[in-house]
């Protein structure tokens, strides 16, 4: 981030459904954010990330 905010994250299926989601606070510069996908299966997702400035969306794959 350019800046210290508050972020929200969603993960969404391929269907639109989102399968998880919460609230982060992002610190000035690179950041690293662990999400726990216990409770989602195998399979490819879109992972959104939401900002007061910006929003990004990331193909994300998730193998067990």
Do not use: M, P
């Not at 609230?23 to 997702?45: D, F, K, M, Q, R």
């Amino acid at each position: 981030a350019d800046f210290a905010t508050n972020a929200t994250y969603q993960i969404f299926d391929l269907s639109g459904r989102v399968v998880s989601g919460g609230n982060i606070s992002l610190a000035n510069g690179s950041n690293t954010i662990e999400v726990s996908t216990a409770n989602i299966e195998s399979g490819n997702y879109i992972l959104k990330l939401s900002s007061a400035k910006n929003v990004s969306n990331v193909k994300l794959a998730i193998l067990k």
